[in-house]
C-alpha cells in the first residue's frame, strides 16, 4: 500500500490511479502500460507466425487474418493512448517545471488564504468551488493546505447534492449508485477529520444518516459492522471505504 500524493489516501501500489480523487499513480500506470506493450509483442509475435499458417490454409486467408490482427492491435493500442490523455488531462499536473513550480506554490497560497476564510464562515459551497476550481480546473493540488480535507468534504458534499436524483430513478446504475454510498459512508465514518467536524458533523446526522437509513436501505447496524473495517486509528481508510461501496451498492438495487 501506498499514500496517495494528492489526497493521502492509501491505495494499491500497482493501481493506474487513485480510486478517490483520481490522481494517477505514475509506477502503477507505468507498470500497467509495459505490461500491455509486452502483450502486444507476444501478439505480434503471433502474428509472425501467420504467414507459414498461410500456405496450409491458403494465402488469400492467412493475409486476411494478418491484416485484421494487426488492424486490431493498433486500433487497442491507440484506445489505451487516448484513454490516458483523458485520465490525465484535467488532474493536476504530475510532473512540475520549474515555472510550473512556481505557479502552483503561489496558487496555494492564494487558496489557502480563501480556504481560511471559507473555512472561518462555514461556507461549503465556496470550499468546494475552491477544491474544484484548483483540482479541476487549474490541475494544482491543494493537499497538505490545513483544510484540505474539509474543503475535499466540502466537494463530495456539494456532488451528493448533485447524485441524489438518481434515487428517484426508476432504475439506478451502478456508477450512480457507488457514488452515492461512497459520499454517503465518507460522511458516517467522519473521513473530513476534526478540522471539519464543527461543519459536518451535524450534516452527518441530520442529513446523511436519514439517506442512509430511509433511502438507501442500511442499518446503524450494517454501518456499524463495517467500521473496524475501515478504520485505521485515528483515521478512516478511504480505499477500505471504497471496497465496501463496490461491495453493498446493491442494497438498494
Not at 108 to 113: D, H, T
Not at 221 to 247: C, L, Q, T, W
Request: glycine share 6%.
Amino acid at each position: 500500500m501506498i499514500k496517495c500524493p494528492n489526497c493521502g489516501a492509501e491505495i494499491e501500489s500497482n493501481v493506474t490511479k487513485c480510486p478517490y480523487c483520481g490522481y494517477i499513480n505514475v509506477p502503477g500506470a507505468e507498470k500497467k502500460y509495459m505490461d500491455d506493450l509486452e502483450d502486444i509483442k507476444e501478439n505480434l509475435a503471433l502474428v509472425e507466425e501467420e504467414p507459414v499458417k498461410a500456405l496450409k490454409t491458403g494465402f488469400s486467408k492467412g493475409t486476411k487474418v494478418i491484416v485484421w490482427t494487426v488492424g486490431i492491435l493498433l486500433a487497442l493500442v491507440i484506445v489505451y493512448a487516448v484513454l490516458l490523455l483523458l485520465q490525465t488531462r484535467d488532474k493536476p499536473k504530475l510532473f512540475l517545471s520549474a515555472e510550473d513550480e512556481a505557479f502552483a506554490s503561489a496558487y496555494r497560497v492564494i487558496a489557502g488564504e480563501q480556504l481560511q476564510t471559507a473555512y472561518e464562515d462555514k461556507d461549503i459551497e465556496k470550499m468546494a468551488q475552491i477544491y474544484d476550481k484548483a483540482y479541476s480546473e487549474d490541475r494544482v493540488s491543494l493537499w497538505g493546505d490545513p483544510h484540505y480535507e474539509t474543503a475535499y468534504a466540502a466537494s463530495c458534499y456539494m456532488k451528493l447534492q448533485n447524485c441524489l436524483p438518481y434515487l428517484d430513478k426508476e432504475k439506478i446504475t451502478k456508477h450512480e449508485a457507488e457514488q452515492i454510498t461512497y459520499y454517503c459512508f465518507y460522511f458516517y465514518y467522519r473521513a473530513y477529520g476534526e478540522d471539519g467536524a464543527g461543519i459536518y458533523d451535524d450534516i452527518r446526522d441530520e442529513e446523511i444518516l436519514p439517506i442512509i437509513q430511509d433511502r438507501l436501505g442500511f442499518t446503524i447496524a450494517d454501518m456499524e459492522s463495517f467500521r473496524d473495517r475501515v478504520m485505521d486509528p485515528p483515521n478512516v481508510d478511504r480505499s477500505k471505504v471504497y471496497g465496501i461501496v463496490k461491495k453493498y451498492y446493491k442494497y438498494y438495487h
